[in-house]
């Protein structure tokens, strides 16, 4: 777990339903294996990852884009290593402490992708929350994995090209809650030609491909494998990661907070602040008249138990709010009179 003193959880209730989220890693195979590292530029990697590798191939895709993200971390398992992980689940599971927050892997068997699905999706509970941005051959072999998933998304392509990786590169360093990841350009990537038959295929089982459309080349969706949108599950973990840093840095700085309704105060305080920059950065709704839609309710410390007082530990603070969702298809209807 992270080293807080504050938890934050949200219940994300579905219609009967500052801290950073853009830093890639790149896991893979290398004999001798390579150890956590953070590079700036693709010249740095290839001192230490062979220019004509899969890594490298992931990174240069990463980099290409507009928006690239300005570091990338790079990380290596040997499958003869003795007392290192030999996968790339393991491996994985052994970095999750540190901060990054998109996965991307060089891994292309369907079996080690669902494990390393397994580890990411696990990853909230384990207090570092993270997303695996993936990518596979066919639609038979998406169809395969769990599609419950909620922290995991795949697209279908050629593995030629690394679309996960130029998604993620063009995207992933984008304020939180500013862009969908439905429609996006992105650089070095052919469009497949596709017939709607075969991207419904796609999309019935929350995949996405590279298409045409409008006479552009975009990504036809945007959804981890359970149907959720990306931007939603990358809004909430900003949500939650950015109270938890705000009132952390609170208690930092205090030299203390009293246990009354002034110290109380001071932490819904810091809750408002981090839901404000969230309705500014388009991860909460807006009420239509220019105000952001959350609220916040704090117990006073009359109202909390003897034993809480006691232990020092303050549990009464609530906060809620309205995502503010995005437009990803519709209807227009028009008439014609003569």
Do not use: C
Request: without cysteine; hydrophobic residues 35%; proline residues 4%.
């Amino acid at each position: 777990m992270p080293l807080n003193d504050f938890q934050v959880n949200i219940n994300l209730q579905q219609p009967l339903g500052l801290v950073g989220f853009g830093k890639p890693l790149i896991v893979g195979e290398m004999t001798g294996g390579l150890a956590y590292q953070e590079f700036l530029t693709l010249e740095a990697l290839a001192e230490s990852v062979d220019d004509t590798s899969p890594l490298y191939q992931k990174a240069q895709a990463l980099l290409e884009q507009e928006n690239r993200p300005e570091r990338f971390a790079v990380a290596a398992y040997d499958s003869a290593a003795v007392d290192a992980p030999t996968t790339a689940s393991a491996l994985v599971t052994s970095l999750l402490g540190n901060e990054w927050y998109f996965l991307i892997t060089t891994e292309t068997d369907v079996t080690e992708m669902t494990a390393i699905a397994d580890v990411i999706e696990g990853s909230e509970a384990g207090g570092y929350p993270k997303l695996y941005s993936a990518q596979v051959p066919s639609v038979d072999d998406l169809t395969t994995l769990v599609t419950e998933y909620e922290r995991s998304f795949f697209a279908v392509h050629p593995s030629g090209e690394h679309l996960d990786a130029a998604h993620v590169g063009e995207n992933g360093s984008k304020p939180v809650g500013s862009i969908t990841w439905k429609s996006k350009t992105l650089k070095g990537i052919t469009p497949q030609t596709l017939t709607s038959d075969e991207l419904a295929t796609i999309e019935d089982a929350n995949g996405y491909a590279y298409v045409n459309k409008a006479g552009q080349s975009v990504t036809s969706e945007g959804q981890v494998l359970s149907g959720e949108y990306i931007d939603v599950v990358h809004g909430l973990d900003w949500v939650v990661a950015n109270i938890e840093n705000r009132v952390q840095k609170i208690l930092n700085q205090a030299g203390k907070i009293p246990y009354d309704d002034s110290g109380i105060a001071q932490l819904e305080a810091g809750t408002l602040s981090v839901l404000k920059e969230g309705y500014s950065q388009g991860i909460i709704a807006d009420d239509g008249n220019g105000n952001g839609v959350y609220s916040t309710s704090f117990r006073s410390s009359a109202q909390s138990t003897e034993e809480d007082r006691k232990n020092r530990v303050y549990s009464g603070g609530n906060f809620e709010f309205q995502l503010a969702g995005a437009i990803h298809e519709g209807k227009i209807t028009g008439s014609v009179s003569y």
